[in-house]
């Protein structure tokens, strides 16, 4: 592969969320973990397991359980002002439904591949061996886990996938479904299928806003009010996708 072939990789994975509930064949499920396994890890501890959801009645519990954390989502976030909060919670009480299924298109996925993490195996760092395990060997276990991440959805991307990254509030709900045991932890939720509907192109600030030679460039340092006008832009970047996938932004 040369860099063009990798750079049109990178720009072509999407977030998906409205799948097709076309199967997916399991050739494919297990290329993608075989691929996420070759992840960066701190002191190659390499802290994670994978557990395969096909069945429909198993998938259906899952998303039950995640329903019933979306409403202390969704109100946490009402507690900011309405340009900076996540664009899928941008709505009013009224329309609450329609926020829930900006996040909740991934029911109809065929196949879920669930993350789990153990944090006993970051003591393979060498950081991590020289701190306490509350505060070190978590902060380099999410680092580890956001690499495992991106390789999996780009091998996703590579067999014509789509893929979504759900995060998840609480545990214990998914341990009495799942029966993993203390102390893995679930660390995200990866929904595997045929996009419903065509994503719009990648939205990325420009390049040159984050990009500095030899040392910092100061005028693009951001003050407190450039933060917040940011933090806008970006919102406003993320929209147009969680619209698309109910059907209420055009693609441009």
């Known amino acids: 592969m040369n860099y063009d072939e990798f750079f049109e990789l990178v720009r072509r994975r999407r977030t998906i969320r409205k799948f097709k509930p076309d199967p997916v064949p399991d050739e494919y499920i297990t290329n993608i973990i075989k691929a996420s396994r070759y992840a960066m890890s701190g002191g190659n501890s390499q802290p994670w397991e994978f557990m395969v959801v096909k069945d429909p009645k198993t998938r259906g519990k899952i998303f039950k359980a995640f329903v019933e954390d979306f409403d202390m989502m969704y109100y946490l976030e009402l507690q900011r002002t309405p340009q900076y909060r996540h664009p899928a919670f941008n709505v009013p009480p009224e329309e609450k439904d329609k926020a829930r299924d900006m996040l909740s298109g991934w029911k109809d996925a065929p196949a879920l591949i669930i993350v789990l993490e153990d944090p006993r195996k970051m003591f393979g760092s060498v950081l991590c061996a020289r701190s306490d395990f509350d505060t070190c060997s978590l902060s380099v276990l999410g680092v580890t886990m956001g690499h495992l991440g991106m390789t999996l959805h ?24 799942l029966k993993y045991p203390e102390p893995l932890r679930l660390s995200v939720i990866v929904p595997v299928g045929y996009s419903a509907y065509k994503a719009g192109p990648p939205r990325r600030l420009p390049f040159k806003s984050q990009v500095h030679y030899e040392e910092y460039d100061m005028s693009k340092y951001m003050c407190n009010e450039d933060f917040l006008e940011y933090l806008d832009k970006i919102r406003a970047l993320g929209r147009p996708g969680y619209r698309a996938a109910i059907g209420e932004a055009k693609i441009a």
């Open 154 to 177: 780009l091998a996703a991307a590579s067999l014509g996938l789509g893929s979504q990254h759900v995060d998840v509030l609480t545990q214990d709900a998914y341990r009495r479904i």
